[in-house]
């Protein structure tokens, strides 16, 4: 009888090695892409659903934070009290307490002037004469990251959100806006108004090119299984069309 009894406790014992690790995803308002505009407060959109699909294939629970501040997001990561956040930005070698996944690529940001400037750009130093708009702790481009670098800070003005880069663009308080077009195109679905004050330029593709993005995996995960799942997995989204799927044109999927 006494083996009879220890053998459902040996099971009991046994299961929660078994069970799915749970990774948080520390994650930030980024329109077109998360939203947090619901009465609960929690992320919904496009990455939401890409996240979740990479969990279920890669065999980890998801716990997703409630709207946090980028900055607060990457500090998190490095000490570990969240594990993943998505959509990173990669600078030089990056940050040593964080495993960097690559997923896609971005297009690169795009300049937004007011409507009646006219002028084209060809070379991404013709920024250094102008007065820039950008988001707050929103990185850019490495070949445009050297001509802003070069620039004194006060032609730099870093605002909250795209939304207010674009209407002090459209006040012309400033030259331009240095925005990810698919920002933009969620804020102009929701402030229409904007869309006749501003324009957009592009930099020709050889010389601004696509940028990767990547899921950054804390370090004190120490989960690197998990790390191969999750590298194998979006290999496959990729290849079966899941991140097409999901994202549409948002992303140039890597492999």
């Known amino acids: 009888m006494l083996r009879l009894l220890l053998l459902p406790a040996c099971f009991i014992a046994v299961l929660p090695l078994y069970a799915s690790p749970q990774l948080k995803w520390c994650a930030w308002e980024f329109p077109g892409s998360v939203s947090f505009n619901n009465p609960a407060r929690e992320a919904e959109g496009v990455t939401v659903d890409f996240m979740r699909e990479l969990a279920r294939r890669a065999g980890f629970e998801l716990a997703i934070s409630k709207a946090t501040?980028?900055?607060?997001?990457?500090?998190?990561?490095?000490?570990?009290?969240?594990?993943?956040?998505?959509?990173?930005?990669?600078?030089?070698?990056?940050?040593?307490?964080?495993?960097?996944?690559?997923?896609?690529?971005?297009?690169?940001?795009?300049?937004?002037?007011?409507?009646?400037?006219?002028?084209?750009?060809e070379q991404v130093a013709e920024l250094s004469t102008m007065t820039l708009a950008a988001i707050r702790n929103f990185g850019f481009h490495p070949d445009v990251t050297v001509v802003i670098d070069a620039m004194p800070p006060h032609q730099i003005i870093r605002v909250n959100s795209v939304y207010s880069a674009l209407e002090v663009v459209a006040k012309k308080r400033v030259t331009a806006a240095l925005l990810p077009s698919t920002l933009v195109?969620?804020?102009?679905?929701?402030?229409?108004?904007?869309?006749?004050?501003?324009?957009?330029?592009?930099?020709?593709?050889?010389?601004?090119?696509?940028?990767?993005?990547?899921?950054?995996?804390?370090?004190?995960?120490?989960?690197?299984?998990?790390?191969?799942?999750?590298?194998?997995?979006?290999?496959?989204?990729?290849?079966?069309?899941?991140?097409?799927?999901?994202?549409?044109?948002?992303?140039?999927?890597?492999?």
């Open 69 to 121: 501040p980028p900055g607060r997001c990457i500090k998190e990561l490095g000490d570990g009290s969240s594990d993943l956040v998505v959509g990173l930005i990669k600078t030089g070698e990056g940050r040593q307490d964080i495993d960097y996944i690559p997923y896609g690529a971005r297009h690169p940001d795009r300049v937004y002037l007011a409507a009646d400037d006219n002028r084209k750009l």
């Open 185 to 255: 195109s969620a804020v102009l679905q929701e402030h229409p108004q904007l869309r006749e004050k501003i324009r957009e330029v592009s930099f020709p593709v050889s010389i601004v090119k696509p940028q990767r993005t990547y899921i950054g995996l804390s370090k004190h995960c120490q989960c690197p299984q998990l790390t191969t799942a999750i590298q194998t997995s979006l290999q496959q989204m990729t290849a079966d069309g899941s991140i097409k799927a999901i994202y549409g044109d948002r992303i140039i999927p890597l492999f």
